[in-house]
């Protein structure tokens, strides 16, 4: 494969800024082929290559996951986009780009009816923000030092008005440390995230094609799941609504 | 022979021609999930027609499974598996009875060969030792180039010595070429965002959002309490008459008395004399917890000091005096009568026993 190994010369011979200048040429030649799959796809797949380059060289931010999830979804990579779409999402959990890529990349998987296999519902409505960490930490602290103000100036003033103030922003504050405190729970919970990356896989109830399958509707591609646990090959994973089963590693992507 | 005819033959020569496949019972310990619940000796084929298709386009595999001995239980289904579920849509087509013997079925009863061969599988007409389990495949992928080994498992009642007497085959891959058609020719879906290329600073290194250390974070809960505590100090230095009145107001029988006495007029006359004694009578008792509705100086004193307030016991004396010297003897002109009492009130109001109460 002299072709595969004069491009991994290329890759490993470029600054950063030349492979987001390539990826870029390579995405917008495939846009103009949009029409054309069969042309657009080997364009897509050099941005791709190119973006991926980027984060294996540490390079990670919301805006180069927007794209190479962007550049996977249009190359059919469901799974991929999906997980890209996530791992910008993990860095800023409020940009709505890449909720909205998100949502749509979900609209394209062929979920079965009912909530088998359903990613878990966000019921908060789209325009509310989704603060991270470090914000519910400062709208806390931010809340905190306004109720010390409010409580001082009603101690110089006798006004209970300022008592008012005080005693909201403390509860404000307190609101925003408790669900700070809950997020970070989850977060130390939370397991990887695997995607199932092909049509129809089978959630077995072993790790071996000789175990029969768990549910008899097989996953769509894009299904998104937690890892529970690897052996060999065989990836145990468990869906939103709780189902627990195997699939193989290949037909996935794993965070 | 008429067709009529044919199939009445058939009806009666039936049971002489189906065999009664009573074996063994199949055990269930050991049974693998993939078993296909058939039970005897069998040979497993698969072809798959066409072998060049495009992309999406169907192509039908066909997997033979014919009896090699005695069947005691039929095969019901197959277990595909999930390397060729990957690579393909499936569709099943169903369980047919192999196509020759079907024909031989016909020879035999006298049908024409071709003659509505379903339609004597179905009616269980013909002893069908040879099953063909039929799907519908459509490559997902141009990179899809062999339709995997199809597994076929099966009960073997001669295995004897065997503790799982199940056995699995496995049919060979067999190689196809999907190729570029007019069928691929597809245009790329997304939305118009999907389409713009958004990645101006992607350059930047982002870390994944986390928390600071305890030590920061108990600094950041410090910082108000402490900051808050050292303005308040520095405010009662830089405003002390501030930091009174504000203690004062927490005093609600200090705020009434005071107000009481801004409403009295000057120079003092009887009636405001007696509307500021009044006040400083009702203090006394709001605050002090005097129980004398009109006290006499010598009272006020005596009161004074049980509470601890002897110390002004004599400014007290001396204020009452002149008071009653208005109310009673009609006294005028001494309006710092009124301001004595505004002092002696705030200065009351920051004796510890009262700030604390």
């Keep these: 494969m002299p072709g595969v190994g004069v491009m991994l010369l290329l890759v490993a011979g470029s600054t950063a800024a030349d492979l987001l200048a390539r990826a870029e040429a390579a995405f917008r030649a495939a846009v103009e082929s949009r029409d054309d799959h069969t042309k657009a796809e080997p364009h897509l797949r050099a941005a791709i290559r190119d973006l991926e380059a980027l984060q294996a060289r540490g ?3 919301p805006r180069l996951s927007l794209q190479l999830g962007n550049a996977r979804l249009l190359a059919d990579d469901l799974g991929g986009a999906i997980l890209a779409y996530h791992e910008g999402l993990a860095l800023s959990p409020g940009d709505r780009d890449l909720r ?30 989704r603060p991270g960490p470090v914000t519910l930490l400062l709208v806390a602290f931010g809340a905190f030092a306004l109720g010390c103000v409010g409580l001082t100036r009603s101690r110089m003033l006798a006004s209970g008005r300022w008592l008012t103030v005080g005693v909201g922003a403390l509860l404000i504050a307190l609101a925003g440390l408790t669900l700070l405190v809950m997020q970070q729970r989850a977060a130390a919970l939370e397991r990887p995230l695997v995607v199932v990356a092909a049509d129809d896989v089978l959630l077995r109830r072993g790790d071996g094609l000789s175990f029969p399958p768990r549910y008899a509707t097989p996953l769509p591609r894009g299904t998104e799941a937690r890892l529970r646990r690897e052996r060999g090959d065989w990836l145990q994973i468990e869906l939103s609504g709780g189902e627990i089963g195997w699939v193989p590693r290949e037909l996935t992507r794993v965070e | 022979m ?271 004399a007696n509307r500021a004694a009044a006040a400083l009578g009702r203090y006394l008792r709001e605050r002090l917890d005097l129980r004398t509705n009109e006290p006499t100086p010598g009272e006020v004193v005596a009161h004074f000091e049980r509470v601890g307030l002897a110390a002004h016991g004599q400014e007290v004396h001396r204020l009452l005096d002149a008071l009653d010297a208005h109310r009673f003897a009609s006294a005028v002109g001494d309006a710092d009568i009124v301001a004595s009492l505004r002092r002696l009130i705030l200065t009351l109001e920051e004796e510890p026993c009262l700030a604390s109460a």
Excluded at chain 1, 100 to 124: E, I, K, N, Q
Excluded at chain 2, 201 to 212: I, Q
Excluded at chain 2, 216 to 240: D, F, K, S
Aim: glycine share 6%; net charge neutral.
């Design chain 1, 59 to 61: 390079v990670r931010n």
């Design chain 2, 2 to 272: 008429s067709r009529p005819l044919s199939l009445a033959a058939i009806l009666l020569l039936l049971p002489a021609v189906a065999t009664a496949d009573d074996g063994p019972a199949i055990p269930l310990a050991g049974r693998p999930e993939i078993f296909s619940g058939a039970s005897g000796r069998f040979l497993l084929e698969a072809e798959v027609d066409p072998d060049t298709m495009a992309m999406e386009e169907p192509c039908v595999l066909r997997v033979y499974i014919t009896a090699a001995g005695p069947v005691a239980a039929a095969p019901e289904r197959l277990v595909l598996s999930d390397l060729l579920l990957a690579d393909f849509h499936v569709e099943e087509l169903g369980v047919f009875p192999s196509l020759s013997e079907t024909a031989r079925a016909a020879t035999l009863f006298g049908l024409g060969s071709g003659e509505q061969p379903a339609l004597l599988s179905l009616a269980g007409l013909v002893p069908t030792r040879s099953w063909e389990f039929r799907y519908r495949l459509r490559p997902k992928r141009l990179d899809v180039d062999e339709v995997p080994g199809v597994a076929f498992c099966f009960h073997d009642p001669l295995l004897l010595t065997a503790s799982k007497p199940f056995m699995t085959q496995y049919a060979d891959p067999l190689p196809i070429r999907v190729v570029k058609g007019e069928s691929t020719v597809r245009a790329l879906v997304g939305t118009e965002a999907t389409f713009a290329w958004q990645a101006a600073g992607a350059l930047d290194r982002w870390e994944r959002p986390s928390l600071p250390g305890w030590p920061v974070l108990l600094g950041l809960a410090t910082l108000p309490v402490v900051g808050c505590v050292v303005w308040y100090r520095v405010w009662r230095r830089l405003y002390p008459d501030a930091a009174r009145q504000a203690l004062i107001r927490r005093s609600r029988a200090a705020k009434v008395a005071l107000a009481e006495l801004a409403r009295v007029r000057s120079p003092l006359d009887r009636a405001g």
């Design chain 1, 100 to 129: 909205a890529a998100l949502d749509f990349a979900r609209s394209r998987v062929a979920y079965p009816a009912g909530t088998f296999a359903r990613p878990p519902t966000d019921d908060l409505p789209p325009w509310l923000p």
